[in-house]
């Protein structure tokens, strides 16, 4: 019986990757080193490579913990003004809390996720907010660890909690975990659906669920 519902963040709430991108693309640029969009969708999103193992892979000689706060300094600045939530996400979040608790599980940095939760109240509705870049996260997507954690912090079985996603790496996270997984992929990241043939459920915007298709997961 699916008990907790757990979001994912940057693409799935919030319109988040092309700022992420920017951001992170500004600072490098400015080291004479530009992501390029296929490099930042291959290696940033699908294989979630940190800061610091993009800069080891690519043998720059940049400080990766300099260039993360650069970039984190670059990307908070765009949120007052710039970030937006995505189609249906409200209307996800009122829905499901009515009936479910839930929880955010993101791969961004913990400063970052509270100025978005101040900024669009999410305090309000989430029991957990939780990075995969805290220290006891050991491992972050494509690895269970964040969702594992979720479900002890919340004091659930793994088989009680409902991953909605919209990444390849969080799929196979969520999968890893031994949870259900709705897939609403992110359009600024060009996914192909056969990639997320192991979901339960593909949709097109969180404006689609509802707690129908709740409840037919439930069942299987």
């Known amino acids: 019986m699916i008990k907790v519902v757990i979001f994912d963040l940057d693409g799935l709430l919030i319109d988040s990757q092309p700022l992420q991108y920017k951001a992170y693309n500004r600072v490098f640029s400015e080291y004479g080193f530009p992501i390029s969009k296929e490099e930042w969708i291959d290696e940033w999103i699908n294989n979630s490579i940190s800061c610091r193992e993009w800069i080891h892979k690519m043998n720059l000689p940049?400080?990766?913990?300099?260039?993360?706060?650069?970039?984190q300094k670059v990307y908070e600045e765009f949120i007052p003004t710039d970030l937006e939530l995505k189609p249906g996400a409200m209307n996800a979040i009122n829905l499901l809390f009515v009936e479910y608790k839930l929880c955010i599980a993101s791969a961004s940095m913990k400063p970052s996720i509270e100025v978005i939760s101040k900024k669009f109240g999410f305090e309000a509705f989430f029991d957990q907010i939780i990075s995969d870049q805290e220290s006891h996260v050991v491992r972050q997507k494509p690895f269970p660890d964040v969702f594992q954690c979720v479900a002890k912090e919340m004091?659930?079985?793994?088989?009680?909690?409902?991953?909605?996603?919209?990444?390849?790496?969080?799929?196979?996270?969520?999968?890893?975990?031994?949870?259900?997984?709705?897939?609403?992929?992110?359009?600024?990241?060009?996914?192909?659906?056969?990639?997320?043939?192991?979901?339960?459920?593909?949709?097109?915007?969180?404006?689609?669920?509802?707690?129908?298709?709740?409840?037919?997961?439930?069942?299987?």
């Open 62 to 71: 940049l400080d990766f913990a300099k260039v993360r706060a650069e970039k």
């Open 155 to 220: 004091e659930v079985a793994p088989e009680e909690c409902l991953v909605i996603e919209d990444s390849v790496a969080g799929l196979e996270a969520a999968k890893s975990a031994n949870m259900k997984c709705i897939i609403c992929p992110d359009s600024f990241c060009e996914f192909e659906s056969s990639e997320f043939e192991d979901a339960d459920k593909i949709i097109k915007s969180l404006n689609e669920i509802d707690l129908d298709m709740i409840h037919e997961l439930d069942k299987d």
